[in-house]
């Protein structure tokens, strides 16, 4: 038996093993990727600002609290010089600040993170408007000063939309599609449901007022939802959707964005009723802004998941834990070798040359702590300090090895100098190498004696090239590993790494052509 055939078949052992153990979790022992893939997380700042001008001062604004699709964590709420009251109803949970006879800029800081999974429902097609509801519905089927129930253009469009339809489905459907293809309009102020249907066009609140008036007449209960569409930056805005009560359930629909029977996974709720998201004193100069940050973090329904769970390395990793070895290190160790993979196919089928061979998977490794963007600054900072104290090493002519170590010994105390330059000038990107303690720094000054070397065996412009190529390959190294999906993925299925190994015999056994030289000799390959 020949090697190829040899390593072909093993291959297919260790494929096999693994498929076979993933699919019996899968299909055995009800393992489930929706309570394995992480979730998206939101940093939420809210920094509000104004000023008191004698008068008794009061600013209120709606905050969060859990629910079933929406978890909040980490909330803090500041605001010195003012006197904060929380007020929780069925409906909302209010922040108030308030003062006395306030005089002067007041800033107000609150933020929280927020958890939030997509919903959608499927309502049963075969169901039917009720005759009544329980007495604590009335006040969603009341009409209102913005929600005219009654009003005779209100009720003639209902009853025309609804025609013979009987399901409630039906419906709520040939509503929902006629407010959805109206107009859409950023109005300033206050758009009630009868002036939405004369336009013809509205926001989200008057379009959300439509279609509650013609639900409402409709005996189908409905509330306005005030929140947020949580993107990254900053913003200024807020949006408002519709819940109707059907079957038990308040359902929700968002008629300018076109969500029926479901919200994407980054509506965050922050109220119910028609309110307005801020109320303040008059002549206070009142201003707002939300900072919102996306970062992906483990399922909140992962640990419990796998604690009932078997043949996973969740009690394995408990286990290092209670002896003072921090979880986060090792579900990052086991991803270790899927940034090694990464080098492993950017030099063999690719043909990528880098400093070193697994240097730049150490590299993405100690960058973990720190970041990319600062990871790639100290990157280029190395190659300029070691370029630099090589040159005038060189003219009074030292030894190679002492050499090497006084361009170490300087790339530290350079490292020292831009802490200090960077915590002086409050440069967040230098600020993060703070953390960098000590792997980092022992890997780039081992990756300055690499330069160096590099710089003596093949000349500046080649290393220069290699340079460029090493970074493209730390930085898809960085990551694949800092993936938390791939965290939990190893977690729940350490099996997966039976590929990985699969995969490096694979590319051990590989003889073809790596995809550069089939760039570099193009036009000899097509000859052939």
């Given at each position: 038996?020949?090697?190829k ?71 803090y709420?500041g ?31 609150y ?108 005996n ?46 980054n ?85 990528i ?85 000590l ?73 073809g ?14 000859e052939?």
């Amino acid at each position: 038996m020949n090697r190829k055939k040899t390593i072909r078949i093993i291959i297919a052992i260790l494929l096999a093993v693994m498929v076979s153990v993933i699919g019996y979790k899968y299909f055995f022992l009800g393992y489930t990727f929706e309570a394995i893939v992480p979730q998206p997380n939101y940093s939420v700042n809210l920094s509000m600002s104004f000023t008191g001008n004698g008068e008794d001062l009061a600013v209120r604004t709606f905050l969060p609290v859990n629910e079933h699709n929406q978890v909040i964590s980490n909330e803090y709420i500041g605001g010195e010089g003012l006197d904060f009251r929380r007020e929780i109803t069925p409906l909302y949970n209010r922040g108030d600040w308030t003062q006395y006879q306030a005089e002067g800029p007041f800033t107000v800081n609150y933020s929280f993170n927020a958890m939030i999974r997509a919903m959608e429902f499927n309502i049963a097609p075969d169901l039917k408007i009720p005759d009544r509801y329980d007495d604590s519905l009335d006040y969603f089927l009341k009409s209102t000063d913005v929600i005219q129930v009654n009003d005779p253009l209100i009720t003639s469009l209902a009853e025309e939309l609804k025609a013979d339809n009987i399901y409630i489905t039906d419906i709520v459907k040939s509503l929902f599609d006629y407010v959805y293809g109206l107009g859409s309009r950023p109005f300033k102020g206050t758009t009630d449901a009868v002036t939405a249907a004369k336009l013809q066009e509205a926001s989200c609140n008057g379009k959300s007022r439509l279609f509650s008036a013609m639900a409402r007449h409709l005996n189908i209960p409905s509330r306005l939802v005030g929140g947020l569409i949580l993107t990254t930056g900053s913003k200024r805005t807020s949006h408002q959707w519709i819940e109707l009560y059907i079957a038990g359930y308040w359902i929700p629909f968002d008629t300018l964005n076109g969500h029926f029977a479901e919200l994407p996974g980054n509506y965050l709720a922050l109220y119910r009723g028609d309110e307005s998201l801020f109320r303040h004193s008059r002549n206070i100069g009142f201003d707002y802004r939300y900072d919102i940050r996306k970062k992906t973090l483990a399922n909140n329904r992962l640990e419990g998941f796998l604690v009932g769970s078997s043949f996973n390395l969740y009690h394995i990793l408990t286990d290092f834990f209670k002896i003072s070895i921090a979880m986060n290190v090792l579900q990052f160790l086991l991803v270790i070798p899927l940034g090694v993979l990464v080098v492993v196919f950017s030099r063999n089928i690719i043909g990528i040359n880098t400093l070193g061979t697994f240097l730049p998977a150490l590299m993405a490794m100690s960058f973990q702590g720190i970041g990319l963007l600062p990871g790639i600054v100290s990157f280029i900072f190395v190659l300029t300090v070691t370029v630099l104290i090589r040159i005038p090493l060189n003219k009074i002519g030292l030894l190679h090895t002492p050499k090497l170590a006084v361009m170490m010994i300087v790339v530290i105390m350079s490292f020292i100098g831009l802490t200090v330059i960077s915590n002086f000038l409050n440069i967040d990107t230098f600020s993060a190498l703070n953390s960098a303690a000590l792997l980092p720094i022992a890997i780039l000054t081992i990756t300055s004696e690499r330069i160096a070397i590099t710089i003596e065996e093949e000349g500046f412009k080649h290393t220069i090239l290699i340079m460029i190529q090493t970074l493209i390959v730390m930085s898809v190294s960085f990551i694949v590993m800092s993936s938390v999906a791939l965290q939990a993925l190893q977690i729940a299925f350490p099996e997966l790494l039976l590929g990985v190994i699969s995969m490096n015999l694979w590319i051990g056994s590989w003889t073809g052509i790596r995809l550069s030289e089939m760039v570099r000799f193009r036009e000899l390959y097509h000859e052939s």
